[in-house]
């Protein structure tokens, strides 16, 4: 294809112009927000100042089309996580450990921003600061992109990554099409983000994470909820996470004192650690999902990808895996030999088996706190029983403990809990308490 037009250069755009960049003479990146900046930290996307962790398979997706990005960002202060220096925890209780997942700990705005350079390197991408305005459309495919200044910029192919916020449903909408059909789940979390001074107090600890679980009917009645990662610059990035009333606040102390009731990991941070920074607080208000695959038409050479396409609740920290793995079958479609000027519902169709195992994964898991309320999917009811038991049994058993960190990794799909196997082991290790540490 001639050109194409990423719309948004935030993570899932630029990973969409990387792929494109096999495929398009040209590709120009139009990101609305002048204050990215060197640091990474627009205005636009204020999530970028919240703990982002990438989960093993977003890692393996971001070597896989930025080799060598893992030993530079490491060369720049990021820490990886192997073995037992990434730390899960249920209702307090360690988990058994198993994975043999890697982890990296870094900031999303110096993992943004590694990302953005690399992009910017390519021969045939453009960065360009402009605001998408609307597109232009002819015979039912993208002809260009219209942009703030009043300029059309000319485009075979178009790429919405403008996010959560996305305004493509209207302007398609205003040129006679439909909306994409959307689901939602309200789940009203707050979120908060607190910064420390790292120093030797935890040295072989990279990644911590904490939730609570079925012991706790999946309350914050055990332990505090909350996680950090090893970040650049000897820095602890430690968020806690609260539902409906119980948000944490922008109180240093009130902060701490929340750390403290937390596992140990947070609690030596809360007591060791210098804060360098303000905390910063986030509410999510709703998962939301847009179903484009089920429209029954949509304008050729055109795609959406990721908090555009699907935005869920960052407590499973799937987002920017979710655009990585967008952005493969972005690269699938393409070499598949379809015709980039035609409705890409292959690309949707593969997207939406990745999307579908994270909006799996992740509603089921709210549907478990009292103050969702739905939409319940069918057999609800057996498969919060059924992942119940699984959770009880990954604690004490590393062999049920890797197939469930490979689905919180988003390696395999959640299906593969339900695999004859696991659940046999799940059901013996609970039996007969055989588990191994
Ligand atoms: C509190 C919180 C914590 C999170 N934690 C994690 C985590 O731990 N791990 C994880 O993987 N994910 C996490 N996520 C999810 C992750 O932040 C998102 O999935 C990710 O930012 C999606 O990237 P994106 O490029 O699709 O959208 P965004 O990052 O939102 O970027 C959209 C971009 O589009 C630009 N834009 C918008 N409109 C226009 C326009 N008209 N023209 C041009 N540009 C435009 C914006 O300026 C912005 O830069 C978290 C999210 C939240 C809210």
Redesign the pocket.
């Known amino acids: 294809m001639k050109r194409a037009v990423v719309?948004?250069?935030?993570?899932?755009?630029l990973f969409a112009a990387r792929v494109l960049s096999d495929f398009a003479e040209e590709v120009v990146v139009?990101?609305?927000?002048d204050t990215?900046g060197t640091a990474g930290i627009?205005r636009?996307?204020p999530?970028?100042r919240?703990?982002?962790?990438?989960?093993a398979m977003?890692h393996t997706q971001l070597e896989r089309w930025f080799p060598g990005l893992t030993a530079e960002l490491v060369a720049g202060g990021a820490r990886l996580g192997e073995g037992d220096e990434v730390r899960f925890f249920v209702d307090g209780r360690p988990k058994a450990s198993a994975s043999g997942a890697r982890m990296l700990g870094a900031s999303?705005p110096f993992l943004e921003s590694a990302v953005r350079g690399r992009v910017a390197a390519l021969e045939n991408v453009r960065l360009v600061t402009?605001?998408?305005?609307g597109l232009v459309l002819e015979r039912g495919r993208v002809r260009g992109v219209r942009t703030a200044g009043g300029e059309v910029l000319d485009a075979w192919f178009a790429v919405d990554?403008?996010?959560?916020?996305?305004?493509l449903g209207g302007w398609l909408e205003q040129e006679g099409w439909e909306r994409a059909p959307v689901d939602r789940m309200k789940v009203d979390l707050g979120?908060a983000t607190g910064t420390f001074r790292r120093g030797d107090e935890l040295r072989d600890t990279v990644i911590v994470h904490s939730s609570a679980g079925p012991a706790s009917g999946y309350q914050p009645t055990l332990t505090e909820p909350g996680g950090m990662v090893a970040v650049e610059d000897d820095r602890w990035s430690v968020v806690l996470a609260g539902y409906a009333d119980d948000r944490p606040g922008t109180d240093p102390e009130e902060f701490r004192t929340r750390m403290r009731r937390g596992v140990e990991p947070l609690r030596t941070v809360a007591d060791a650690c210098a804060m360098t920074d303000e905390v910063v607080t986030?509410h999510?208000a709703e998962s939301l999902r847009r179903d484009y695959g089920r429209l029954g038409r949509f304008p050729g050479g055109l795609v959406v990808?990721?908090?555009?396409l699907t935005?869920v609740n960052?407590v499973y920290?799937?987002?920017?895996?979710?655009?990585a793995l967008e952005a493969n079958s972005l690269a699938v479609h393409l070499r598949s030999g379809a015709a980039a000027r035609e409705p890409a519902w292959g690309y949707f169709r593969r997207a939406s088996a990745v999307v579908g195992a994270a909006w799996q994964l992740s509603t089921t898991a709210d549907l478990a706190q009292p103050h969702v309320t739905g939409p319940y999917p069918p057999g609800y009811r057996l498969t919060r029983w059924a992942g119940d038991r699984i959770t009880e049994a990954s604690l004490v058993d590393p062999a049920v403990d890797a197939t469930y960190m490979n689905v919180v990794n988003m390696i395999e799909h959640p299906r593969a809990l339900t695999r004859p196997a696991v659940l046999l082991r799940a059901a013996r290790v609970l039996l007969t308490g055989s588990g191994r540490r």
């Open positions: 719309m948004g250069g935030s993570y899932a755009g139009l990101e609305a927000d990215i627009g636009r996307a999530q970028r919240q703990l982002h962790a990438l989960l977003g999303r402009g605001r998408a305005t990554a403008m996010g959560r916020s996305s305004r979120y986030y999510f990808v990721g908090d555009a935005s960052p920290g799937q987002g920017l895996t979710l655009a």
